[in-house]
């Protein structure tokens, strides 16, 4: 198969990236508020968040195959698929969902976008879910007596046990992030081989945190270790400034991206014990990361700077995070070859 991962493509490197197949493209993501002339033929998630210290205003985040995918539509998710390797792009607007007394529309989305991804997965008999990466409006508001968010983790909860999947254990990495405005936009990335669910030991694991986080707790894992024929592939979720399951320095945001970093750095520890690669370095990894005030940007880069040695890979967008006193999340991925040292 041979993948490719191409992080943080500006319009003008996009053409030479697709080398003139656009079949081979598995999926992607672009990521900023400038739009599209024409929009991508692969599954693209679209996220018009603002990037950060960036010009131009958008870049594209691709995984290309090295022979044409196959490709197709169900259920509204427009999925492509190459081998035993499957990425799929999702969007649901609120408004769709009436919702009921205890089910607010949110939370029906949200049910929703995940059964029919099971579905999906069941049809194309890959039934292992790696990767989510999971956008919503307002993600910190409360309405219907809850914050969104916590909406949000019951319904896809509840998904995950209504195909008896279990809401525990060998759940994916994920991400889930508030946008301002728009629908439920869900990408995957699923495969037919189970995925290895890393945790974190400065952390508690996320669904075990307790109720004063919400009714349910979210279904991810810290980091998903994957192989894909002869390479395999770390997505570290979003990763923020937790220890145990308590937000840490509150209104500081280096202190936050500090942290957050000691935990990456603790999640990439753990996935090292297992790799069958050559052990993953944090200097190596593409970087996504999340900052609720743009403003923060040269302290996250310092703090970056201090931690690592050197500022890496790195996209900065402004977005909310699931929990209001976060000031940043950061995520990461990285894709090995497993007979090669790096
Ligand atoms: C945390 O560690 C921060 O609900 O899918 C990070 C990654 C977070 C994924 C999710 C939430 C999610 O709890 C928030």
Not at 37 to 43: L, T
Not at 286 to 313: E, K, M, N
Request: hydrophobic residues 40%; charged residues 20%.
């Amino acid at each position: 198969m041979n993948l490719c991962f191409l992080p943080c493509l500006t319009d003008a490197e996009l053409p030479s990236a697709i080398a003139g197949r656009e079949d081979c493209i598995l999926g992607g993501v672009r990521i900023g508020d400038r739009g599209v002339a024409a929009p991508p033929k692969w599954p693209t998630q679209f996220m018009p968040a603002p990037l950060i210290g960036r010009t131009p205003e958008s870049v594209q985040e691709i995984w290309r195959c090295a022979a044409p995918c196959s490709s197709g539509e169900f259920a509204g998710i427009t999925w492509r698929r190459a081998g035993t390797l499957l990425y799929g792009v999702l969007e649901l607007a609120e408004s769709d969902f009436p919702g009921s007394p205890d089910c607010s529309p949110l939370q029906a989305a949200s049910q929703e976008a995940y059964r029919r991804i099971f579905r999906l997965l069941e049809v194309q008999q890959l039934p292992h879910l790696w990767r989510v990466w999971n956008y919503l409006a307002d993600i910190n508001r409360e309405s219907d007596g809850l914050e969104r968010y916590r909406q949000f983790n019951i319904g896809r909860q509840d998904a995950f046990l209504e195909f008896s999947r279990g809401a525990t254990g060998n759940v994916p990495a994920a991400c889930a992030i508030g946008l301002a405005g728009g629908p439920l936009r869900i990408a995957f990335m699923a495969g037919s081989e189970a995925a290895s669910a890393v945790e974190n030991p400065r952390q508690i694991s996320a669904y075990n945190y307790p109720a004063e986080y919400g009714p349910r707790s979210p279904t991810f894992s810290r980091a998903a270790l994957v192989s894909v024929a002869r390479q395999e592939i770390l997505f570290i979720s979003g990763t923020a400034s937790i220890l145990g399951h308590r937000t840490m320095h509150g209104g500081d945001v280096t202190a936050q991206t500090q942290e957050s970093l000691s935990n990456v750095a603790a999640v990439v520890a753990e996935a090292n014990r297992r790799t069958r690669s050559a052990p993953y370095r944090l200097d190596e990894l593409a970087y996504r990361a999340y900052l609720r005030h743009a403003s923060d940007h040269f302290a996250v880069r310092d703090a970056l700077r201090s931690v690592l040695g050197t500022v890496p890979q790195i996209v900065l967008i402004e977005a909310d995070i699931c929990r209001s006193d976060l000031l940043v999340e950061i995520e990461a991925t990285a894709l090995h070859n497993l007979e090669s040292t790096r």
